[in-house]
Each structure stands twice: as C-alpha cells, then as structure tokens.
C-alpha cells in the first residue's frame, strides 16, 4: 500500500505498557468506594482492577509509567501504518454510511493491547484474535497477530494487514445502521438459527471491508498485488479452512463466519461494487 507514516491516530487507545500482573493495595477506604460504585451502578468495579476486594491489580506500564509501552522499532511503524488505515477507513465512512443508510457515522476506538485486557464485552484475550466490541464500539487487536496472519495462516502483506481493521470496523458500521441489532434479536427469538445470522453478519462486514478497498484504490492507495492479498487474507480465515487446520474436519452447520470462498466472494463483491447496499448479504441466497 501507498501510505505515509504519521504518528498515532487520536482514535488510538494503546493499552500495550498495561499489565495485570502487578498489584496495588487499594486500602479499606478504596475498597469501600468501589463497592458503594458497585451498589450504585450495578457494576463490578472491583473486577475492573483484576483482582479482588484485599488488592486490587491496576494496570500498571512494564516501565513504571502507565501508557509507555515497550515497542520496537518494527512495531512502532506497525502501529502508525494500524493508524493511518484506521483513519482512512473511518473517513471513508464518514461519507458511505449516511447515504447508504441514512445514519451519520460516528468514530470508532481501536484499543491495542497484549495478551489480555477488559473490554464491555468481557475480558478480551490475544488468543480471540482481533474484534468488535458493540457495546463500547471499540475493536481490539493484539498486533501479534499479524505475525500470525503471515506464519499460521499464510496470509501475509500490509493489505492483508489492513483488511483486518476494515473487516473490524465493518462490524461497527453495522451496529450504527442497526443492523447488528437487528441480527443479535434475531438470534434471540430462533437460537437454532443463529449460527447462519452469524455468518451472514461476518460476510456483510467482509463486504464493508471491500468497500472501503475499493475507495482506497481509486485514491490509488494499492499497488499491485494488494487486492489478492485482501481476498487471500479473507478466505485464509475461513470456517472450514480454520476446521480443518485444528480437527481435520469441516462441519457446515458450525459454521459463524462462512467458509474461505464465501469470505473471498463477499470481499471482493465489496471491492468491484464500492456500494455498502450491495453487501445485503441477508437478502442473499446460501
């Protein structure tokens, strides 16, 4: 890709320096704060420390100072290049969602993290891979990620790269158009039907992804190759290629975010088209 380094974006929240593994007594009077918060809010404040009642395990930076992450080199253009497609992507909608859907679009957060970290959704773990949290309308990604994308799932190249966060905010597009909702009431009222609404949600934001590719390449953003590695990327996270690699079966009907050529079909729908309303992807047939 075409991209100019350029610090961090302001839609960046970079938890990386944050560890659970170091406490902090919080005394009898914080412990008595956090449960009159807890009464009143109905919310376990105490968990938000990681710990209990007696210490309470803040998130504290490896170098002392909360917010200085240990990065390299390598990493730290990694998070400027994470950056720029954030806020390329998240202009782009800017634009796109109110006339595909009648809804101004508001900017989503992007928490970096590593290893483990607390989100609305439930506590967020490097193994879940990058996602979308609908309740906060934030996505999260541990950058190790990529090294994974390239190695495990032989998925390499910056647009690759860059198809994760897009498929990402995909996800939020769709909880600003009410679509999430929509599908979550869905999957309420028939539970036995919601792995399909599931895969139907995924591919819709594989196709929001494309979308925004297909923006980028007519700002001339990609080079050659760069819309191979979006459609390798996506059916390298297939279903029944992921099925395969850790049972050595494919079973259909577990399926929750479609299978590799289903993923690259709606991804480069979303690309050729460059329309959010030709990714209706639940008027579609299986």
């Known amino acids: 890709m075409r991209w100019t380094p350029g610090g961090e974006s302001r839609d960046i929240e970079d938890r990386r320096g944050q560890s659970r593994g170091r406490g902090i007594h919080i005394g009898l009077g914080g412990a008595l704060v956090l449960l009159v918060l807890s009464l009143i809010f109905h919310r376990d404040f105490f968990s938000l420390l990681g710990g209990g009642t007696d210490t309470g395990t803040v998130a504290t930076a490896d170098s002392g100072a909360v917010g200085a992450p240990a990065s390299t080199p390598e990493e730290d253009r990694l998070v ?27 900017h989503a957060k992007l928490v970096l993290f590593r290893d483990v970290t607390e989100t609305a959704c439930g506590e967020g773990e490097t193994a879940t891979g990058p996602f979308y949290c609908p309740q906060d309308e934030k996505v999260y990604i541990d950058l190790g990620f990529y090294d994974e994308l390239r190695r495990r799932f032989g998925a390499p190249g910056d647009f690759a790269q860059a198809y994760v966060i897009a498929h990402e905010l995909g996800h939020h597009v769709q909880k600003l158009a009410g679509i999430e909702e929509r599908a979550r009431r869905a999957m309420q009222s028939d539970p036995s039907g919601a792995n399909a609404i599931s895969v139907r949600l995924e ?8 979308v925004w590719g297909h923006s980028a390449a007519q700002r001339n953003l990609l080079e ?44 480069e729908r979303g690309f050729e088209r460059g329309d959010p309303r030709a990714c209706d992807t639940f008027s579609a047939s299986e």
């Open 80 to 106: 400027q290049f994470v950056s720029f497609i954030l806020d390329d992507d998240q202009k782009t909608w800017e634009r796109l969602e109110p006339a595909a859907f009648g809804t101004p679009y508001r």
């Open 203 to 210: 591919l819709q934001a594989d196709c929001f992804a494309g």
């Open 224 to 267: 050659a190759g760069d819309a191979r590695e979006g459609i390798d990327a996506a059916a390298a996270v297939g279903d029944d290629r992921l099925q395969r690699m850790s049972t050595g079966q494919v079973r259909a009907d577990a399926f929750t975010h479609g299978s590799s050529a289903q993923r690259a079909h709606w991804f």
